[in-house]
């Protein structure tokens, strides 16, 4: 028998078991979650863990990949909307609706899951700060088609534009860390977004690209 399979026990459901460890790291990070907290969560033993995914690391890993296709899929959908402005509005307001989704747990795995950690955890923080630049990344290339159809001013680099994206959508996640409600953190984000409006889209501020939420 492969060594790699040992210890699985009959009848296991990987991807059940990926989504309770999501839930543990997203709640706790990854430094945070203990082996007693994911073999609770998952009801796999320590062995039964190390057979199916090597590690707790490969464990996060994989959590990692159902985070992004599951509750981050909201940022690849913003991402194709039609029109730059919509792109922007989407991601932004996505951010709000996501932090505030009633059952999540506060804040958001790819930002606070693995910020802090220890010798032990440097392929998971390296990983983590390469999924957060291709992301951003992305965002840019999106930006600079819209740059290419006249939807945003030439002179606005893309590049500080995905960054500053980035940033906002990043300080929302900290905001409901903090505990702000989902009234507080739309006002948030529609201030926002009016300042995009004037600063690239349209400096007169004379048209509404990015109506406030109701």
Not at 179 to 192: C, S
């Amino acid at each position: 028998m492969d060594r790699k399979v040992k210890g699985r026990p009959r009848g296991f459901d990987e991807a059940q078991a990926i989504d309770s460890a999501m839930r543990v790291f997203w709640e706790k990070s990854y430094e945070g979650a203990t082996m007693a907290d994911l073999t609770e969560a998952t009801g796999l033993n320590r062995s039964s863990i190390h057979a199916a995914f090597g590690s707790k690391e490969g464990l996060f890993l994989k959590v990692v990949k159902r985070y992004w296709e599951g509750p981050l899929r909201y940022i690849p959908k913003a991402l194709a909307e039609p029109t730059l402005p919509r792109v922007v509005e989407a991601l932004i307001r996505g951010s709000v609706n996501f932090l505030s989704t009633p059952g999540n747990p506060r804040g958001c795995l790819a930002i606070h899951g693995a910020l802090v950690c220890g010798t032990s955890g440097e392929r998971v923080m390296q990983t983590m700060a390469a999924w957060r630049k291709t992301t951003e990344n992305t965002i840019k290339k999106r930006i600079q088609q819209g740059q290419r159809e006249g939807e945003l001013r030439g002179e606005v680099n893309a590049a500080d534009y995905a960054r500053y994206i980035a940033a906002t959508m990043n300080g929302l996640v900290v905001q409901a860390l903090n505990g702000a409600n989902r009234a507080e953190l739309t006002r948030l984000a529609d201030m926002a977004l009016q300042f995009l409006e004037r600063s690239s889209f349209d400096p007169s501020g004379r048209r509404k690209e990015f109506p406030q939420a109701k």
